[in-house]
């Protein structure tokens, strides 16, 4: 059984298109996250939701608006997207916000902009 | 100069070695200190955590935090080709804060 899950895998479009990464978690969570990985594998969080309530939101463009319907599901929506979109899209979810160093990944989401 | 600092290897050791991963820090608020093990197109995985100073054994891994220094380290015994991989640091200031990682460092252990 797959804990977190994220599709698609891989998404490869061209730039000014609009796309959308679904999350799913069945462990229960009460907390998912975004992240983003680039080429050098710095991994950043964008964003955070607690109950689907957004708790973390860095400073990345409004392009990018993440919505929870539930608590198992966040999913990312990107606006006019950019060369620089270009990266590794990893979900993950934790018990709580107050666990959050117990975090767990999902396999990542690979998007390539042209 | 960034919040956590790590070197990005690559690392290459003979198996059964002893590989020793580190990371330092400059926020002195961080209390809890991760190490994620991320396997080639994959997720990272949460190998181990401490909370403030000292150190925690796991198996063949054993991690320590030294907050006076703001190092902390992960030490890898008996390595395995299995243990080729990257290793995040991670730290945390605690509340509903965000983990800060570090770039990763990339091991490759050989027959």
């Known amino acids: 059984d797959t804990a977190v899950s994220q599709t698609p895998k891989y998404l490869v479009t061209q730039m000014g298109n609009d796309k959308s990464i679904k999350c799913e978690q069945n462990l229960g969570h009460d907390t998912m996250y975004w992240y983003k990985q680039d080429s050098k594998k710095f991994l950043k969080i964008m964003f955070s939701y607690n109950n689907k309530e957004l708790i973390i939101n860095e400073t990345v463009p409004n392009r990018f608006s993440p919505k929870s319907p539930d608590k198992a599901h966040l999913n990312l929506h990107i606006n006019s997207l950019e060369l620089g979109d270009s990266a590794v899209y990893f979900c993950a979810s934790s018990q709580e916000s107050a666990h959050a160093y117990e975090q767990y990944f999902g396999p990542g989401t690979r998007l390539t902009v042209t | 100069q960034k919040e956590v600092e790590q070197d990005p290897g690559p690392l290459s050791v003979p198996e059964g070695a002893i590989v020793s991963l580190n990371c330092t820090y400059s926020n002195s608020a961080f209390q809890y200190f991760m190490w994620y093990r991320q396997y080639s197109r994959k997720g990272p995985e949460l190998l181990m955590y401490?909370?403030?100073?000292g150190n925690k054994e796991d198996g063949r891994f054993t991690a320590q935090v030294d907050k006076s220094s703001k190092y902390i380290s992960l030490f890898i015994r008996d390595s395995q080709p299995s243990d080729s991989a990257t290793y995040l640091c991670?730290?945390?200031?605690?509340?509903?804060?965000?983990?800060?990682f570090g770039t990763g460092t990339q091991l490759k252990v050989e027959l």
């Open positions: 401490t909370y403030s100073s």
């Open positions: 991670a730290m945390w200031t605690g509340g509903g804060n965000k983990l800060t």
